[in-house]
């Protein structure tokens, strides 16, 4: 067991919580600490959670996230598309265009119900 081997791992890890720890940490101790009822209290979705149950409530909020969540899954596909792109070759590239031809009539059909408009 070479220790020299495992160094770069171990690099990695010490990186990776620097990054990660190290401005939270900075954040905590620098950042004004100044609470209050409004801060302290629950956000969710645009509208006070400890109402009525049976509220009416804004749909766009989900339709939003809906949307969101969607688009994002499909781009998430790219990255393997493009890794494996030289080895699956012309049909890759076919079937990603097919695939991303899809994805923009969706949007396109989403933006023309004015799934998108705030109002």
Known sequence: MNVEEYLPILLFLIVGFLVGVVPMIIGRVVAPHLP????????????EPFEDSRMQFDIRYYLVTILF??????????????????????????SMIIFLAILVLGFIYEWAKGALDWE
Not at 36 to 47: D, P, V
Not at 84 to 92: A, M, S, W, Y
């Open 36 to 47: 209050n009822s409004e801060k302290l209290s629950t956000y969710e979705c645009g509208f």
């Open 69 to 94: 969540i969607i688009f994002d899954l499909e781009i998430a596909f790219l990255f393997p598309w493009a890794v494996v792109l030289k080895d699956i070759e012309f049909f890759g590239l076919i």
